[in-house]
């Protein structure tokens, strides 16, 4: 655009004002809104975002307060409902061992039944099978293994009365061998598995012996 | 005749129009009138985004206010669905149980007197995968085998046999032994006893035992 200066000192004083400050005008609102009115516009939808965000989570959060009582006792629930299934049959260790627990738990009814414990020992746990394990896994199955000795009957009645008595406790391996020198007795080594609660130890296996 | 004389002595920009809207005064108003509007505007958003970061800052407060109280209502939560996925793991563990004592203690009234159980053994569980044993293992079904072996002797030993896989058979145990064989060969003369046993049968029964089932 070619402005030719000469024309506009033609032109009378007044008209120049006239150009003159219409152009500045133009200038100054398109300075304005250029850089005041479209950066002060974007600060707007910023913290306007921000607010209607911030007003969520505030909602969201009170929302889940007022609901406080109702969480504790849900919590509470489910605590008693895992306590009352642990005291049904998840161990704990005794003095840090669980063949001292399954032996201080099992020798009353080994002795009722007339089945003569010899030793006990612990074998390496074995993960608990879970359609999602979960990172960490906190139950586990815990193989004991009682040798001892006995009748047939005495042995399946240690059995059948241990199973009776511990709603978790379940015969895992068995093994029952004659002895012809008395034919009565016979040695058994019988494998008892517990639920146990615990962090998930290192080196699980597929329940070899230790 | 007269002829009439237009005399014009006005410059060109001391004409006015006969229009009463003037270019020369309407253009600069409106110019300085947007400009004015512009800036008015300028300030009124600046005013506005100060009143919203005001309600921006009270909001960030009231929630950091409110903030333990939630973590606290989170972390009661948390507990609440670890203590459930505690319970369903027991209670996964629970539905797997299988009860040996009252088939044991029947399957002795059973045997025919001419049979000799010699060994019962129910072999340690083994995991679908032992390649990676201490996986978190997915298989949820677990087989469990119960082989008895025993000795035989008699007129009709083989009868015997039958006669004791017939009654492993039978509704008694079925709730226990899913099905039970004598494996090709494990039916056989005991070689290693003296010449006057050789009347004596070796046996081995394999039952298999309904699956445990984690699930």
């Not at chain 2, 563990?93 to 004592?101: A, E, K, M, P, Q």
């Not at chain 2, 017939?166 to 039916?187: D, H, M, Q, Y």
């Amino acid at each position: 655009m070619n402005l030719d200066l000469s024309s506009l000192k033609r032109l009378a004083p007044s008209m120049r004002w006239v150009i003159g400050i219409t152009f500045a005008a133009v200038i100054v609102s398109g300075l304005v809104i250029g850089f005041g009115v479209r950066t002060q516009l974007a600060a707007l939808r910023a913290v306007n975002a921000e607010i209607a965000e911030r007003n969520a989570t505030a909602s969201q959060m009170q929302s889940d307060i007022s609901k406080a009582d109702l969480q504790k006792k849900a919590t509470a629930k489910a605590f008693a409902d895992l306590d009352t299934l642990s005291a049904s049959g998840v161990i704990e260790p005794l003095l840090g061992s669980f063949a001292m627990r399954s032996k201080s738990l099992l020798d009353p009814i080994a002795q009722r039944a007339g089945f003569h414990i010899d030793s006990v020992r612990e074998l390496t746990p074995i993960t608990l099978q879970l359609p999602q394990p979960p990172p960490g896994q906190v139950h586990y199955r815990q193989p004991i293994e009682f040798t001892g000795q006995g009748s047939y009957a005495q042995i399946t009645t240690f059995i059948s009365q241990t199973e009776n008595t511990y709603p978790m406790t379940m015969l895992s391996s068995l093994l029952i061998l004659s002895q012809p020198q008395t034919p009565e007795t016979h040695r058994a080594i019988i494998t008892f598995e517990w639920p146990v609660r615990g962090e998930k130890p290192k080196g699980l296996t597929n329940g070899t012996k230790k | 005749m007269k002829t009439p004389l237009h005399l014009n002595l006005l410059k060109e920009e001391e004409h006015f129009s006969s229009s009463p809207v003037r270019l020369r005064v309407m253009m600069p108003t409106a110019a300085v009138f947007v400009a004015l509007c512009s800036i008015a505007w300028f300030f009124l958003l600046v005013g506005k985004v100060h009143t919203q970061a005001h309600l921006n800052e009270k909001l960030k407060q009231a929630v950091a206010s409110i903030t333990p109280v939630y973590a606290a209502v989170l972390d009661s939560r948390a507990q609440e669905q670890e203590y459930r996925a505690m319970a369903r793991q027991l209670g996964i563990y629970t539905n797997s149980r299988i009860l040996f004592g009252e088939s044991l203690s029947l399957i002795a009234a059973r045997v025919p007197s001419c049979i000799q159980f010699t060994e019962m053994r129910i072999p340690q569980p083994t995991l679908a995968d032992p390649a990676h044993p201490s996986a978190a293992p997915t298989n949820r079904f677990e087989q469990v085998f119960l082989r008895i072996s025993g000795r035989t002797s008699g007129d009709h030993p083989s009868e015997a046999v039958n006669t004791l896989l017939a009654e492993l058979r039978t509704p008694v145990f079925t709730n226990l032994l899913r099905s039970v064989s004598i494996p090709k060969g494990a039916f056989r003369q005991d070689n290693a006893r003296s010449a006057s046993n050789r009347d004596t049968l070796l046996f081995e029964i394999t039952c298999e035992c309904q699956p445990r089932r984690f699930e």
